[in-house]
């Protein structure tokens, strides 16, 4: 079964600066999809980035960017010039590209705090 | 374009009780799929519907069931409430039968089992 695994309980960042969220998972398929979710105090989770592992090229939404190392299993989020806004809960997350319908895997989640 | 609807938000519930949850998807999204989510566990995939069938189902056991109905709307149900049911129940509805791009959750339902 798929894991992913989120080292990071709690992290922070100062407003305008760069924080970088680390994520790792553990697959035996070559085809899957990688996702961030964040969710605010709100309980809403919002999707905020995708990556198709077929795709070399790593994604990027406006101050979100992601570093796909898939050899390493490795799927970081990087959010530059920090907001407060930004502050909440992240989750990493994995699906299987599949026909199987298989489910999204999430990892533990992240604490974002931005200090201003 | 309306978002996942989940009611209601907060319930309080006594041991031993059922309790049902609704999770209206975006329009036009087949998929719905629920999560468990708490402070231990993270969130757990409860199941997911598709078309009125489930087409998944997690490790949880048979007191907790779900449906959809023909209007993609979809419900589950937890019967003889424990303590430990007490969570946030998210909902998620994406547009493809492989959700690839990604799902929609909606702002999820607060059990407390008291």
């Known amino acids: 079964a798929q894991t992913v695994t989120q080292s990071q309980p709690e992290m922070s960042v100062q407003e305008a600066e760069t924080v970088t969220l680390s994520c790792t998972y553990d697959?035996?398929?070559?085809?899957?999809?990688l996702f961030w979710y964040k969710q605010p105090p709100s309980r809403q989770m919002i999707l905020v980035i995708r990556q198709e592992a077929y795709k070399q090229q790593n994604a990027t939404e406006n101050r979100f960017s992601v570093n796909f190392q898939k050899a390493a299993k490795s799927f970081s989020l990087k959010i530059s010039d920090s907001q407060l806004g930004d502050a909440a809960m992240y989750f990493c997350?994995?699906?299987?590209?599949?026909?199987?319908?298989?489910?999204?895997?999430f990892g533990k989640g992240t604490r974002l705090s931005v200090i201003a | 374009k309306a978002g996942v609807t989940q009611t209601p938000r907060y319930l309080i519930k006594t041991r031993g009780q059922q309790v049902t949850l609704s999770c209206s998807p975006i329009?036009?999204?087949?998929?719905v799929s629920w999560y468990q989510q708490t402070p231990g566990q993270g969130l757990q995939f409860l199941f997911e519907y598709f078309s009125e069938t489930q087409r998944n189902k997690g490790n949880f056991p048979g007191r907790f069931s779900g449906r959809q109905f023909s209007n993609s709307r979809s419900e589950m149900n937890v019967s003889t409430l424990e303590l430990g049911d007490s969570a946030l129940y998210l909902c998620a509805s994406s547009s493809g039968s492989v959700g690839i791009r990604g799902y929609t959750f909606g702002s999820g339902t607060r059990l407390t089992v008291v």
């Open positions: 997350a994995y699906r299987s590209a599949d026909s199987g319908n298989t489910p999204l895997v």
């Open positions: 329009s036009g999204h087949r998929s």
């Open positions: 697959t035996s398929e070559s085809d899957y999809y």
